[in-house]
């Protein structure tokens, strides 16, 4: 079946450690996003891409990296994770640069 | 820049009662207009939008949403509500990239 599907839907892990967020989308989109939720704030852009190794910055890109080697893979890493990363992360794909029309489930991260 | 106001971070309503979630928006420039629905532990799914023509869009699930571009508005309504519509409600406007609001939780009730 179509769709994407976000890799660990939880994770714990301490400051200071890289941890990588998995995203794959089977859709063949151009277009790929990573959200941050976070309570009252609703969801902020943290990067997104066009194409494979076509990626640019969203609105609050510091402490997270993102590649896109393949269409339909787009792994967020936090090179050295902060409590202030705790949040709900959430991937999604689409056709139109500023329109994600899928999101998958999310990961919950906890950073202690 | 672009800001949405989602005034009601909470909505309770009785089963088959209408209901209407508000949303705001700021913009020096012509934007898109969206909303989306969050159900529990699931990511957001897109209800309706609007990017041009007709004021009035017609979404999934019997919801549908009018712009007010002098009122700078884009409520949600939906004439009778079911219990399966309990989930957050996100608001989004545009154009390069969205920027969303911070939610309106709708909880019916029987």
């Known amino acids: 079946d179509a769709g994407i599907t976000q890799s660990p839907r939880y994770k714990i892990t301490e400051t200071g450690r890289q941890v990588t967020l998995m995203c794959h989308q089977t859709w063949s989109h151009s277009y790929m996003f990573w959200y941050r939720q976070d309570l009252g704030h609703g969801l902020r852009l943290i990067y997104y891409s066009a194409a494979a190794d076509i990626t640019d910055k969203g609105e609050v890109p510091d402490g997270y990296v993102v590649s896109r080697s393949k269409t339909e893979n787009f792994p967020l890493t936090l090179e050295s994770a902060t409590r202030s990363q705790t949040s709900v992360y959430f991937c999604?794909?689409?056709?139109?640069?500023?329109?994600?029309?899928?999101f998958g489930d999310g990961t919950r991260l906890s950073i202690l | 820049a672009q800001s949405v106001t989602q005034l009601d971070s909470q909505v309770p309503v009785f089963e088959e009662a209408p209901v209407e979630l508000r949303c705001n928006y700021s913009?020096?420039?012509?934007?898109?207009l969206f909303w989306y629905v969050q159900y529990p532990n699931q990511g957001l799914q897109l209800l309706l939008k609007y990017l041009s023509g007709s004021t009035l869009v017609k979404g999934i699930n019997g919801f549908e949403a009018e712009f007010n571009k002098s009122q700078t508005s884009f409520h949600l309504r939906k004439p009778s509500v079911h219990i399966s519509d309990t989930a957050e409600y996100f608001c989004?406007?545009?154009?390069?990239?969205?920027?969303f609001g911070t939610g309106t939780r709708l909880l019916v009730s029987p």
């Open positions: 999604a794909s689409g056709t139109v640069s500023n329109q994600p029309q899928h």
């Open positions: 989004a406007v545009g154009f390069q990239k969205l920027v």
């Open positions: 913009s020096s420039v012509s934007v898109y």
